[in-house]
């Protein structure tokens, strides 16, 4: 290795810890933000719309959750009936017996 390639690969090196490129973000990072925000906003133009913001974006909440709450349970155990029919298939294939 020569000196320039050592000089080349240092300064890459370098400039990857001194000038760091952005991680792909999400728009779900600013969420908490929203429910902080959104509130302070709605009551600044709306008579009693903190509250009633505050309201919506629990009840969001709350059937955001319930959603996971019945999906969750369904995935499970349709992934594992999936797994459990085709390590049947893979047994059944392994063993010589025929499959119809």
Request: aromatic letters at 10%; glycine letters at 6%; zero cysteines.
């Amino acid at each position: 290795m020569s000196l320039d390639e050592a000089r080349g690969i240092l300064r890459a090196k370098t400039d990857e810890v001194l000038l760091p490129t952005a991680p792909e973000s999400s728009t779900w990072h600013s969420i908490p933000l929203a429910f902080a925000v959104l509130p302070a906003i709605a009551g600044a133009f709306l008579d009693k719309g903190e509250s009633f913001t505050t309201d919506a974006l629990l009840l969001l909440l709350a059937g955001i959750f319930l959603h996971w709450l019945v999906k969750f349970p369904w995935y499970v155990a349709l992934t594992s009936f999936t797994l459990s029919t085709t390590d049947l298939l893979t047994r059944r294939k392994g063993n010589g017996t025929r499959s119809r």
